[in-house]
């Protein structure tokens, strides 16, 4: 327990990560929740619907994600600012437009391969998305929208 106290004092980037990561899991459970719920509840896969669906539920677990990495990754413990909010969304939604673009790409453009359903096709190309869009919202959320005063 000692050495991985030291690991993260010398490393206080990685236990960031590790935090991110454990919001990113919960975030991703409330992102394809709600796009599987939009989904199934209208009956649709690809196309222009899957836009909208995919970014309802990217834009509800960004909102989540601002406040827990606020306080808890990044250890901010400021009130709300307009400036910081409006960086982090404007941020978010590159990372949406991102995921959005990828999801969108891979339902309509590539049919589903390996025997799956386009429920699932759906799914695997959120899984792509979501690897792609993590790593950008991580970096720019800590270079950018929280980062320290020096």
């Known amino acids: 327990m ?17 935090k991110f990561a454990i919001i990113g899991v ?14 199934w509840g209208f009956g649709m896969y690809k196309g222009s619907w899957i836009l909208l669906f995919n ?3 990217f834009s509800i677990a960004a909102t989540n994600s601002y406040f827990i990495n606020k ?3 990044f250890g901010e413990l400021s009130k709300i600012r307009a400036g910081q909010f409006a960086k982090f969304f404007i941020i978010s939604f590159g990372g949406a437009v991102i995921n959005s673009g ?18 699932l096709w759906a799914n695997f190309a959120k899984v792509i998305a979501t690897a792609i869009a993590w790593i950008w919202n991580f970096t720019m959320y800590k270079f950018v929208v929280f980062k320290k005063a020096s």
């Open 2 to 18: 000692k050495l991985i106290k030291k690991i993260f004092q010398r490393f206080p980037t990685l236990l960031q990560f590790i």
């Open 26 to 39: 919960l975030n991703t459970a409330i992102d394809f929740g709600i796009l599987n719920l939009l989904m």
């Open 55 to 57: 970014t309802i539920s």
């Open 71 to 73: 306080y808890w990754t």
């Open 102 to 119: 990828i999801v969108f790409s891979i339902t309509t453009f590539i049919p589903p391969v390996f025997g799956l359903s386009e429920e």
